[in-house]
Nanobody, 121 residues
Framework: QVQLVESGGGSVQAGGSLRLSCAASGYTYGTVCMGWFRRAPGKEREGVATAYNGGRSTMYADSVKGRVTISQDKAKDTLYLQMNSLKPEDTAMYYC??????????????WGQGTQVTVSS
């Protein structure tokens, strides 16, 4: 069972930056994939970014590509999401997730509680 705790959310103005962190425990680091999701009010959950292959490979949603970077610190068992050039439409609750890689996608089975990101215009 993987335990995930997010932090780093907050309120910023459009064009600003935030770095989200996700502290993970209780898993074999090299066998999982991890990612970030978000849910805005009134909208469905959206996958933002995924890291797999020990963090050496990444995937991004088109909506954030070029503005965010997912990374892992193996020594700290922490997943990060660096978000730059933030837009009001990035406002959402952001969730960290972990799971097992199934060849072409991550089968997420553990979720954090979320951290709120609010971007004002």
């Amino acid at each position: 069972q993987v335990q995930l705790v997010e932090s780093g959310g907050g309120s910023v103005q459009a064009g600003g930056s935030l770095r989200l962190s996700c502290a993970a425990s209780g898993y074999t680091y090299g066998t999982v994939c991890m990612g970030w999701f978000r849910r805005a009010p009134g909208k469905e959950r959206e996958g933002v970014a995924t890291a797999y292959n020990g963090g050496r490979s990444t995937m991004y949603a088109d909506s954030v590509k070029g503005r965010v970077t997912i990374s892992q610190d193996k020594a700290k068992d922490t997943l990060y999401l660096q978000m730059n050039s933030l837009k009001p439409e990035d406002t959402a609750m952001y969730y960290c997730a972990a799971g097992l890689w199934y060849g072409s996608k991550c089968g997420y089975n553990s979720w954090g509680q979320g951290t709120q990101v609010t971007v004002s215009s």
